[in-house]
């Protein structure tokens, strides 16, 4: 499977109140070093920039793409990677700017959701532990995802999208036999942590097949990111199942507040803040 990134940067970064992607972090600004991890980790990236934002330089072979639309939130952001992403990768990892302390290994971990059983560590020998997971825990995620494209099709034009109440039925997956020749995980089309009850979907991967459905999401004016894991079949990640790859979970952390990068710098052994106020 081959593996793209996407870094979104187009927000308005209201409460820290200047743009976070050039804030300096170490000897980077932050959406470098946030670059160069997903780069580590990944085949191709591409950075997502509102219309008119500008951009810190950026390594050779990173492009930068724009939303078509200002002001259409991560989802937009997106829908603009994949498309750009389109043929030249399977699947995608989804990044904001803000997330100085993501790993290479904490990305290999989330995309390794989407393609493979759960590891064998977490395995406790009982019948059920050979089943593969089924949507979110709600039941969510669409059984029949051919069909929620052609119904998605026909509801494009409505000013709401109707979307499924996400209590299905739960458990195990519904394959066609050839999904289920290649292996029942060709069926999962998001892989999200799940800490606390708090989805992350700007720390998934995402299936390039996501894009009909984020694209009809965004034409109904639904943008909020996790509804799309109501809309596809979705796997949740646990804090278990990540720990060993980034055992304190910093790659979560983002950055929102003068305070918090303040404090992610005094982490890093940087004392002095340009900007932020004293704790």
């Not at 990134?5 to 940067?9: H, T």
């Not at 646990?238 to 980034?246: I, M, P």
């Given at each position: 499977m081959k593996v793209g990134?996407?870094?979104?940067?187009g927000g308005k970064s209201a409460r820290m109140?200047?743009?976070k992607a050039a804030l300096p972090f170490g000897n980077e600004l932050l959406l470098q070093r946030v670059v160069r991890a997903v780069r580590e980790s990944t085949d191709l990236v591409v950075v997502v920039a509102a219309p008119d934002q500008e951009i810190p330089p950026l390594p050779d072979g990173v492009p930068v793409v724009r939303d078509e639309v200002e002001g259409r939130g991560p989802l937009g952001g997106l829908v603009a990677g994949l498309t750009a992403l389109e043929g030249a990768c399977d699947?995608?990892?989804l990044s904001a700017c803000d997330a100085p302390f993501l790993t290479p290994a904490f990305v290999r971990r989330?995309?390794?959701g989407l393609g493979g059983p759960p590891p064998p560590a977490l395995k406790t020998g009982g019948e059920k532990d050979n089943l593969p997971p089924g949507p979110l825990p709600e039941g969510r995620g669409s059984q029949d995802p051919l069909k929620l494209l052609s119904e998605l099709d026909s509801q494009s034009g409505a000013s709401e999208l109707l979307l499924p109440s996400g209590r299905g039925p739960g458990g195990r997956l519904s394959f066609s036999p050839s999904l289920q020749e290649e292996g029942w995980w060709v069926s999962v089309w998001a892989a999200a942590p799940q800490i606390g009850g708090r989805l992350h979907p700007l720390a998934a991967a995402y299936r390039v097949g996501v894009l009909p459905v984020a694209r009809a999401m965004l034409a109904a004016n639904q943008l909020r990111m996790t509804d799309l894991f109501t809309l596809v079949p979705t796997r949740t990640l646990?804090?278990?199942?990540?720990?060993?790859?980034?055992p304190e979970l910093r790659s979560l952390r983002n950055l929102n507040t003068p305070e918090e990068y303040a404090a992610a710098l005094r982490e890093l052994g940087v004392i002095e803040c340009p900007f932020a106020p004293d704790p």
């Open positions: 990134g996407i870094v979104l940067c109140g200047r743009a699947a995608v990892y989330v995309v390794a646990s804090a278990t199942e990540l720990r060993d790859a980034d």
